[in-house]
């Protein structure tokens, strides 16, 4: 009696372990996305007073007959490449810059104070833009937008560098964004990517396409026309962090693109702007303009956001 309990006790045993365990479904894409969308959140609110030091380099370059032939476009754009140094229409820029988000603004504003042009200084370097937000007063505003114009001052080409701005490529996935977007998963490319710097991504590392469905835009032109944005976002699905984003605008008149890459700053403890590649082209006949940022010196300081500025 015994010893058929223990058999029927050991075929039962081994039954048990022989059944697989469930297989654990992979995530879809609303997971994902909104995984993305809780990690912008966290990393927008940590960010909102940011200050960092820019090296910025850009030129301008006008088409050659090379330029226009086949093989030299990539998604509608001229392959992007580094600016060449100490060439015809090229500048190389140093500053300190802010990066914020006023109360009730849809879209991340950067203020810049450039403190060195191809190496010469124009101004004795000073903290004016951190007393600025730190110690507000009724003519905050318009201080500010006194270094942002003397800032533009040292712009080449034909467009002024307010698209440019690390963090707008992550704006679509904020959760209260999502449902102005189409979202899908592509192939795990960096095609068009700017060889400015290698990227190796883990190889589980996602690449969702995202498109503005309709107006009205988040982004607007400075003539008040809708800009729809679309890209590419590489994120690690596990966690949520965007590791690289694009964002593209492309209007009648001007093609705009963007590549931001994001990296660990271990004393912030996320992942936060480190390199931004910018392109903007017109009509075939129009000068192409190339830039690139690399951010250094990254630190968090309370910012008192409530002052409004215009526009969106």
Partial sequence: MQRSLYVVILATALALTAIPAPAQQPDSLETVVARAGQYVQTVSRQLAGMMAEEDYTQEVRRPSITDLGAGQRTGGFAAISRPQSHGEGYRHL?????????????????????????????????????RLFLQPTAS????????????????????????????????????????RFKFK?????????PPTREYAFPKDTWVIQYNEAKPPAILRSGDDKDLLMHG????????????????VV?????????????????ALNLLAPAEMSEQYEGDSDSPTTTRVATYT??????????????GR
């Fill in 185 to 193: 998963r592509t192939g795990n490319s960096t095609e068009g990517v």
């Fill in 232 to 247: 590419r976002l590489w994120i690690e699905p596990s966690s949520g962090r965007v590791l690289l984003g694009e964002l």
């Fill in 297 to 310: 010196k990254l630190r968090h300081f309370q910012v008192d956001d409530s002052f409004t500025v215009s």
């Fill in 94 to 130: 140093r500053s300190d810059l802010v990066l914020v988000r006023p109360n009730g603004a849809e879209s991340w504003l950067l203020f810049r104070d450039i403190h060195e042009v191809d190496s010469r200084p124009v101004h004795e370097r000073s903290d004016r833009l951190a």
């Fill in 140 to 179: 905050t505003m318009s201080r500010l937008q006194a270094v942002v114009m003397e800032g533009q001052t040292y712009e080449l080409g034909e467009y002024v560098r307010t698209f440019g701005v690390p963090m707008r490529p992550l704006v679509a996935l904020e959760p209260a964004n999502q449902a």
């Fill in 250 to 266: 492309d209007s009648r008149n001007l093609k705009a693109r963007i590549f931001v890459r994001y990296e660990l700053y271990p």
